[in-house]
């Protein structure tokens, strides 16, 4: 099956999809953009990422207007790839649009909007067993509140950590944990959890606020206080939280070993309240 994609208005077969090399998505990472998972067809709580999206568009100063036709836009997306009955997910872009290559913004520009749809499964033997992370200072900018398109830094980390058979970095800024390169971090201590607050050095993660939720209404001690460095590895638990790792334990930082090396009960209990949230 010819794998459909949207862009500016149209559904088109991929191979037929062009941009302009004016973009300024292309030469600037001007843009910003959303993932979103599907539950055998059901969007996880989209309203969250259309809010999230509107808040990214409007810290850069990009106008677009039709973000309340976008869930129609991705529904229709996912029917026509076939993917309404299956894990999936669409990625979202939206650019400034193209214009030559000016290092202001030109005014007014018709923003690039572009989307495809693809098989999201979860890692199920990762969520089962957990898995290993590194850690790394973070290099990223000040802005990390804003989901833009320039992720340069996050996938030199990622890698590096790959690399080392890892399966996420951890990012620590003057001595503490912000995040992980796409996930948010969970730490548990004496039984509360712990994780770094809302700043301009975060992502407002959507499942780290599924998590904030999931804490509060079943009272699971949490407070949001970031992690110091020389925490982790003395963690009772850890886990990252994200649309595509869902709950997932960390079991060793740095070849350390996290408590006994298997995701703890804290962590195995958040990590069922959200399963039996995404599949009702």
Not at 72 to 99: C, F, K, M, P
Not at 120 to 131: A, Q
Not at 206 to 226: D, F, H, M, Q, Y
Request: charged share 20%; net charge negative.
């Amino acid at each position: 099956m010819n794998e459909i994609v949207y862009l500016n208005g149209e559904f088109l077969q991929r191979e037929s999809a062009f941009i302009t090399p004016d973009d300024r998505g292309f030469n600037f990472a001007d843009g910003v953009y959303e993932v979103v998972k599907y539950y055998r067809g059901k969007p996880f709580r989209m309203y969250d990422h259309l809010e999230r999206l509107s808040y990214s568009l409007n810290e850069v100063g990009i106008t677009y207007s039709e973000i309340q036709r976008l869930e129609t836009v991705l529904s229709e997306l996912l029917r026509r790839n076939g993917l309404n009955d299956s894990d999936s997910g669409v990625y979202l872009q939206i650019s400034r649009g193209a214009h030559k290559r000016v290092h202001h913004f030109p005014r007014p520009l018709t923003p690039t909007v572009y989307a495809f749809a693809f098989p999201f499964p979860s890692f199920s033997d990762s969520l089962k067993y957990g898995i290993k992370v590194t850690t790394a200072e973070d290099i990223r900018w000040l802005r990390c509140d804003i989901k833009s398109v320039s992720l340069l830094p996050n996938t030199m980390l990622y890698n590096a950590a790959v690399e080392k058979g890892a399966g996420e970095s951890i990012l620590i800024r003057n001595g503490t944990v912000t995040e992980a390169t796409h996930s948010s971090v969970f730490g548990v201590k004496n039984g509360k959890i712990n994780t770094h607050p809302l700043s301009n050095l975060i992502l407002s993660g959507i499942t780290r606020k599924v998590v904030l939720e999931l804490c509060r209404s079943n009272g699971i001690p949490l407070e949001e206080s970031a992690i110091k460095e020389e925490e982790l590895s003395t963690m009772d638990e850890l886990f990252i939280a994200g649309t595509g790792s869902e709950i997932m334990p960390v079991i060793e930082v740095n070849g350390s070993l996290i408590s006994d090396g298997n995701p703890g009960p804290i962590t195995r209990n958040i990590q069922q309240l959200f399963f039996n949230l995404v599949t009702h």
